[in-house]
């Protein structure tokens, strides 16, 4: 706990939730490079345990950002071990490939739940310490499903376009009180495990580098106010757009 105490009064916090060994982790690392100290949010609290030894000045807390009373319960150990976040990026996703009609209804329910409800989640309970503060940063991570819906996505783009809405709508309203909103369209296959054998045959400048994702955000943050961004594209240089 003295160890808590001493981030709490030192550190400027950020909360990342959707922490998995991929882009999650890669911008958690980020900004403990930069000085803060980061509350993990994921629903595996296994997995968080082992990134919380393997990164300093983390927090790891199990939550289902979906589920508004777990996020109740998540944000109060937050503030009560850490302090206020002053940085929140929502990187949690849920995702399903299929068409329209072979779709699941209630899995488009479920990606909804995660994608823009847990954004809406987050984001009231975080950006009221954020205004009274008159500074902060939301972020939210998506992809080109926010922009078109293809066939096969059916399940997933239409959550997507309605996070990016509802990212834009937030920038509308905290931008004028110094909180600045953005979102990051990711039209990449980024490069994890699963995704490299997938893409098996594909050189390595094929995949977009979690640490430059994780680099593109930690930039967003430190944007000045006479510059910020709300949309911003990240691609690798030979991707097909």
Known sequence: MARRKEMQMTKPIALVSGVGPGTGKAIVERFVRGGYCVAMLARSRERLDVF?????DTLAVA????????????????RKELGAPEVLVHNAVGGWFANFLDLDP???NNNFQVNAM????????LAPAMIDAGKGTIVATGNTSALRGKASFAGFA???AAQRILAESMARTLG???VHVAYVVIDAVIDLEWTRRLNSDKPDEFFCKPADIADEIWHLVQQPRSAWSFNVEVRPFGENW
Do not use: N
Request: net charge positive; hydrophobic share 45%.
């Open 52 to 56: 919380a030894r393997e990164i300093p």
């Open 63 to 78: 939550c289902d950002v979906a589920d508004a009373t777990q996020v109740d319960a998540a944000v109060a150990r937050v």
């Open 106 to 108: 209630a899995i488009l």
């Open 118 to 125: 847990g954004l809406l989640h987050l984001a009231q309970r």
């Open 158 to 160: 239409p959550t997507k």
């Open 176 to 178: 004028p009180k110094g």
